[in-house]
């Protein structure tokens, strides 16, 4: 944003107030679930709501809507517009038309209907009794719908307006392709890849009774390493690890196992990688749509990628092992190196999403994306969830019915809160991680080499130059087709599984 521009920074100086109460509210959700004692749950309940008010008043604000369109006049002024203000104004306009569509009484009544759907979810999923939450999914998706007509799409493009939420840009049609390609191959090979696994005797069980302070220290030495900088965020725990705050004050959480030092350690390089791409984020335009990460699934590529090209392959290993036997010993004596490599990289088929690897990971996903799909389109109806359920689990999930409704449609909370159109960008992630990896490898030289000795600058700086640095001036499949020079496809990533799987588990 080169040029002066006097109603565009008035419309910056807005958002930034904006931003601001935003953190707020984010501070009190992540001491929410980092140090709140139980008494102060009703206190915080009614300080969050308090705040959430006090947002949404300064996103709807009149001010705000005069700011922006004085800003949208002066740019009409304006030959050329920049890059920049062209997605500062219409990312902005974006969210503004959003929030102030929504009238004040269908925001209070989807606040109420998720808020009895959640206590429905939980208490469902412990008492397995699906139908006690039936009439609660079938509430949330209709105030879906209408969400979504109230924000201009038809019942016919209500998916689509999800799916856009997470993903500017994104929509049925082009999932629908994406996976349905994915789908074909991945079935097939991951069956291969478990099996190949489970003969190698690939386990994560070999590990037993690994101190918790020792488990921090070690994964507080891998992020460091990374990148990542304690200056500008924090690692505490909780009991579902998240990465929340904001680019200059970045929160992230793990929770430990003394019988599986993996878990910590993976779950913290994983919000590390989204924590990465905060701190990325320029600075500079705090407070503005160019300061906010592209979506969910570029925001999942970078955790991704972190997580599984990188901290599973040999060359990572090659530096961490002796320092992971060093501050391990008597733990590790009796493991040997392959079984360390294997116990990392072991495949296995779970009912439940968040237990499973990156190669079966993504059946979970295609379950859900045509679950998500039909309950829209109506084919569906979600009374019939768990039959539908487990008749997918039966053709993608290669056979696995879950035992229970508590392990198959009711494991996950996302529902339960209107996460509709979420899912899919865990996949979608995974396969720009995919092609983000080989453009690396193209464009880096002997980057594993780097990796081998601890290194990890050269990609760290080529994220930030080519994805990190640019916020939400390109969408998901824009940064594919600049960055790799590929349109979004599942090519990369079925490769990249077949090469590092099968050399592993079927070595000739
Ligand atoms: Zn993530």
């Known amino acids: 944003m080169s040029t002066a521009s006097p109603a565009r920074d008035a419309l910056v100086e807005q958002l930034r107030e904006l931003h601001c109460l935003g953190t707020i509210e984010g501070l009190l959700s992540w001491d929410e679930q980092v140090n709140l004692p139980p008494a102060g749950a009703d206190l915080r309940a009614r300080q969050l709501a308090a705040i959430a008010e006090v947002v949404h008043e300064a996103a709807t604000s009149p001010a705000m809507g005069q700011a922006l369109e004085q800003a949208e006049a002066e740019a009409a002024k304006t030959d050329a517009v920049d890059r920049q203000t062209r997605t500062l104004l219409h990312h902005t306009r974006r969210s503004f038309d959003q929030a102030t569509k929504l009238p004040a009484e269908f925001i209070k009544r989807r606040a109420i209907a998720q808020s009895n759907a959640y206590h429905a979810w939980k208490s469902a999923r412990e008492g397995d009794d699906f139908a006690s939450y039936a009439p609660h999914l079938e509430r949330l998706l209709d105030l879906a719908r209408e969400q979504a007509n109230l924000c201009g799409y038809d019942e016919a493009r209500a998916y689509d307006f999800w799916l856009d939420q997470y993903d500017p840009g ?99 390089i994983h919000e590390t990688g989204h924590g990465l791409y905060e701190q990325g984020l320029p ?22 990628l972190w997580e599984n090209q990188v901290c599973r392959s040999r060359a990572f290993w090659q530096h961490w092992e002796p320092r992971l036997r060093k501050a391990f010993p008597m ?21 439940i999403r968040v237990d499973a690897d990156e190669v079966t990971y ?6 859900r994306f045509e679950i998500e799909k039909q309950l829209f389109d109506g084919r569906l109806h979600p009374r019939d969830l768990p039959e539908a359920w487990n008749a997918l689990s039966q053709e993608i999930l290669l056979g696995l019915v879950p035992p ?73 499949r824009e940064y594919a087709e600049n960055v790799t020079g590929q349109t979004l496809a599942p090519d990369a990533l079925l490769r990249y599984l077949r090469e590092r799987y099968l050399s592993l588990f079927q070595p000739d």
């Not at 994915?182 to 005797?201: D, F, Q, W, Y």
């Not at 733990?331 to 009912?351: C, F, H």
């Not at 990896?437 to 990796?451: C, R």
Request: glycine fraction near 8%; proline fraction near 5%; aromatic fraction near 10%.
């Open 283 to 304: 600075l500079e335009h705090l407070g503005t749509p160019l300061c906010e990460a592209a979506g969910m699934s570029v925001h999942e590529s970078q955790s991704r």
């Open 404 to 476: 229970s409704d508590a392990q198959g449609c009711l494991q996950d909370i996302h529902w339960s809160f209107s996460g509709f159109g979420y899912f899919p960008s865990y996949t979608l992630g995974n396969l720009l991680a995919a092609q983000l990896w080989n453009a690396a490898l193209e464009q880096l030289p002997g980057l594993e080499d780097g990796f081998a000795r601890g290194e990890y600058e050269r990609l760290l700086e080529w994220l930030r130059v080519h994805i990190h640095r640019h916020g939400k001036q390109y969408d998901l």
């Open 170 to 268: 994104n929509d049925t049609a082009f999932v629908e392709r994406v996976f349905g390609a994915l789908k074909a191959e991945l079935v097939p090979l991951a069956e291969t890849i478990v099996a190949a696994s489970r003969e190698s005797g690939a386990d994560a069980s070999v590990f037993r009774a690994f101190p918790i302070d020792g488990q921090e220290r070690f994964l507080r030495s891998v992020i460091e390493a990374l990148g990542f900088d304690f200056k500008r965020g924090r690692l505490d725990r909780s009991v579902h690890p998240f990465c929340g705050g904001s680019p200059p004050d970045v929160r992230m959480t793990t929770r430990f196992d003394p019988d599986n030092p993996l878990e910590a350690l993976f779950s913290s």
């Open 362 to 367: 993504n059946l979970h996903v295609l379950l």
């Open 331 to 351: 733990q590790l004596a009796g493991v040997s190196s392959e079984a360390l490599y294997r116990a990392i990289n072991a495949v296995s088929l779970s009912p």
